[in-house]
């Protein structure tokens, strides 16, 4: 039987057929069946992590804490130099200058990006706003969201830094930033079910030597990765903890 391999449906449209590619050279490497599931949003990725449908999975941090907390997941390897970091932008007319000078109120568009969605009330917070006191309108993509700015249907919008800084010139030039995080030691992992445990030092190795092969160097090229690289436990549990103290 295949595994079932997914990865957090955050990532650039992109980067899906780089993503093909990826699945294919790790059943090569590994000479294990994996099936590459994807899903359009968080709601279909979480309700397959509930019916136990997950064996390996590319998990922003949110989920990645969660799974390795809550469900016993392994992390493998992290993408090397790929620390998750969010943006908080508005329209460059919209006459808001800074964070302390929305008002209560504010609209916000947002995805059901978890880990994005936190940093970004976060990062509000010295505004003195918070759920109770803003509109938050959800929008499926970061696209759909840069065009609530643009439309004049949000007041400011939360953005993972990567993906907003991959819009087109066209669209940043109408936007402003008015605030970047910068916590650096958040990222994606590698994970996998504690179920697949006799796998894993063979999943492992594969992620370690994809950028050693040309094609797999390609391959992560192509899903904007340089290479992956190993994780200590310790890594893993600091980051568990910086996202519970987050949330707290």
């Given at each position: ?55 390996l999975i590319y998990a922003n ?31 460059s007319g919209s006459g808001i ?69 991959e819009l087109s010139e066209t ?78």
């Amino acid at each position: 039987m295949s595994l079932i391999f997914t990865v957090s449906p955050d990532f650039n449209t992109k980067y899906l057929p780089g993503w093909f590619v990826v699945n294919t050279l790790l059943q090569r490497l590994t000479g294990l069946g994996i099936h590459l599931e994807t899903f359009d949003d968080f709601d279909g990725l979480h309700d397959s992590i509930r019916q136990d449908q997950v064996d390996l999975i590319y998990a922003n941090p949110f989920d990645a804490a969660r799974l390795v907390r809550d469900h016993g997941f392994v992390a493998l390897a992290r993408p090397h130099g790929r620390p998750d970091e969010a943006v908080v932008a508005t329209h460059s007319g919209s006459g808001i200058t800074s964070v302390e000078s929305l008002q209560p109120g504010t609209r916000i568009a947002s995805t059901d990006n978890p880990d994005v969605h936190m940093m970004g009330m976060i990062m509000i917070e010295p505004a003195d706003l918070d759920t109770t006191n803003v509109t938050i309108e959800q929008r499926p993509n970061y696209v759909l969201v840069a065009k609530s700015l643009l439309d004049g249907n949000a007041d400011v919008g939360f953005f993972l830094a990567e993906t907003f800084d991959e819009l087109s010139e066209t669209i940043r030039r109408q936007l402003q930033v008015l605030v970047r995080s910068q916590i650096f030691v958040i990222s994606h992992f590698f994970l996998a079910h504690p179920r697949v445990a006799e796998k894993m030092s063979l999943v492992r190795s594969a992620l370690l030597a994809l950028a050693q092969d040309p094609r797999g160097q390609m391959a992560l090229d192509d899903v904007g990765i340089a290479y992956f690289e190993p994780v200590e436990q310790e890594e893993v549990e600091f980051m568990i903890d910086l996202m519970v103290a987050l949330t707290a």
